[in-house]
RNA sequence: CGGGGCGUAGCGCAGUUUGGUAGCGCGCAAGUUUUGGGUACUUGAGGCCCCCGGUUCGAAUCCGGGCGCCCCGACCA
């Protein structure tokens, strides 16, 4: 009987809540860096999946957001991020966080709720339009909701810089933008509401300038390969100044909102491959060889104009998912931003912006990489690597073997959405094709009587049986 | 901002022409069943029919006015 009470007592620790909450604090405050919780069960996830299309969602990337729980929209163009979502957001967020901190850019976070002030000194306070959210405080001060922030980081860095030794600078931040469109649509790619990363460059010259602007070309290039995608920077319109120091990066997807025109070899190029630091003396070359080759979005595109025959020329459909210009002295002038160079006088900061569409990038990667069944993830951007299935939830064999593999993967810190719900194997296949997780590790008691697993690729449908141990050996490797 | 469409259960829809107090499929809950690609059956819960006003004995339905959302175009990361 004492022995029945202790179970029960021993058990009941275990199943309070706050006892794993306490437990688990407490590991998290010895340890030195805060970490992400990894992985997680499909039973315990709020995942809330459509198996029909919404009627509002006409595009694919929308329809399937939607339907795999990674958004719900709140208003027209105004959506909140699921915890699936909220992942792939999180993932491309970093990725360009590492290339920009890597090209020397240093992060910051401005406010997202602005002064009316320094859009009056600039001038766009008028121009803007109603596309800019305008907003009075209680004092009824005029503030807007910011729809980027040059005039803002211009005010910042000019208060604190004053000399030309301080300079270069190129400060970035990753932040939630409005612009009040009159027509938003296409779900997260043409929202109101949107996720970026600006960029700011400070110089002294044009030359400096302009090795700030071939620094972001960079690392534009490696940040879109690493998420999977093929971007092709294509010449855009800088107005009056700027000369060809503006481009737009675009993504070739069949769903794309403009037809481009480039030459065929874009597609083997490859920047991760190159071997290019950041240095004026390497970057010159390397920016003289990507821009090279001829790419023009419909607007721009000129029959006849290209190095190559027209009737070779690569004919796609793009998505618009970066911009980079210089544009000098146009808001270091009206908002009195200079630095004392080396003989006292004063120069006017040359400057320049670089932005990438954090958010709608997540809608853009499924227009590139989705199938009839639902989203094929790139693995560096997968809210999970490895959807575990578990065929026969509830049988002692296929209970265990899935607990091992959950626990193993965690330990080789390899992400993992375990579905241990009880649930039809149809359900769970067609579920997880949807949420498009890169790899799916199939465990049925068929399988288990010859001792494999099923380990399939989502990309290509591929599968494979293997050993259990093989088939960890291989999504670890 | 011009042109068009739609608001009925969580999702997809019917019912509106001809006014009589709301229905189907999926999903959800319970049970049986099934167990390797959205299994089958039974039972059940779930609606201020977008809102406000008007007409009428009676309005999801007719009339007026709002609001919201979607699509095409112009505009944009």
């Not at 590991?27 to 509002?56: A, G, H």
Request: with cysteine; aromatic share 10%.
């Amino acid at each position: 009987m004492a022995q029945v009470i202790r179970l029960f007592e021993v058990k009941s620790i275990c199943l309070n809540p706050r006892a794993t909450i306490d437990k688990l604090a407490f590991s998290r405050l010895k340890s030195v860096s805060p970490k992400r919780i990894l992985s997680m069960r499909l039973s315990q996830y709020f995942l809330p999946t459509l198996k029909e299309n919404p009627t509002e969602a006409q595009i694919v990337s929308h329809r399937l957001m939607l339907r795999a729980g990674l958004v719900r929209q709140t208003s027209a163009g105004i959506y909140a991020w699921l915890p699936l979502g909220f992942r792939v957001l999180k993932k491309i967020e970093q990725i360009v966080r590492e290339e920009q901190d890597a090209s020397g850019a240093q992060e910051v976070l401005m406010p997202t709720i602005q002064p009316a002030e320094l859009w009056q000194l600039s001038g766009r306070y008028d121009v803007y339009g109603k596309e800019m959210l305008r907003i009075k405080d209680r004092h009824e001060r005029d503030m807007l909701y910011g729809p980027t922030n040059e005039e803002m980081i211009t005010d910042i860095f000019k208060s604190f810089v004053k000399s030309y030794r301080d300079l270069p600078r190129n400060l970035y931040h990753i932040q939630w933008k409005f612009r009040d469109e009159v027509r938003p649509r296409f779900g997260v790619m043409r929202g109101r509401e949107f996720l970026m990363k600006d960029a700011y460059s400070f110089d002294l010259d044009f030359a400096g300038a302009k090795l700030a602007y071939q620094k972001m070309f960079l690392a534009y290039l490696r940040t879109y390969a690493r998420m999977g995608l093929k971007a092709i920077p294509m010449r855009a319109d800088s107005g009056a100044i700027g000369g060809d120091m503006s481009h737009e990066f675009i993504i070739l997807a069949d769903t794309g909102e403009s037809a481009v025109y480039c030459h065929p070899d874009w597609l083997k190029l490859d920047p991760l491959n190159e071997s290019v630091s950041y240095n004026q003396k390497e970057l010159d070359p390397f920016v003289e060889r990507w821009t090279s080759l001829y790419a023009a979005t419909d607007e721009k595109h000129k029959p006849g104009c290209a190095n190559i025959p027209d009737n070779q020329l690569l004919t796609a459909r793009g998505i618009e998912v970066g911009h980079i210009f210089y544009f000098g002295t146009k808001y270091s002038k009206p908002l009195n931003a200079f630095v004392t160079g080396p003989n006292g006088e004063q120069i006017f900061l040359e400057m320049g912006s670089y932005g990438i569409g954090v958010s709608r990038l997540v809608g853009a990667i499924i227009e590139a990489s989705h199938d009839d069944n639902g989203i094929i993830w790139p693995e560096s951007v997968a809210p999970f690597k490895v959807g575990l299935i578990n065929l026969k939830q509830g049988a002692a064999q296929t209970d265990k073997v899935c607990e091992d593999i959950y626990t193993k993967l965690n330990q080789a810190k390899i992400d993992v959405l375990y579905d241990d719900r009880s649930e039809s194997a149809g359900i769970k296949f067609n579920g997880m094709d949807l949420i498009g997780l890169p790899w799916h590790l199939v465990v049925g008691p068929r399988g288990l009587e010859k001792n494999v697993v099923e380990l399939k690729y989502r990309k290509t449908g591929e599968r494979q049986e293997l050993s259990i141990d093989s088939a960890l050996a291989k999504l670890a490797g």
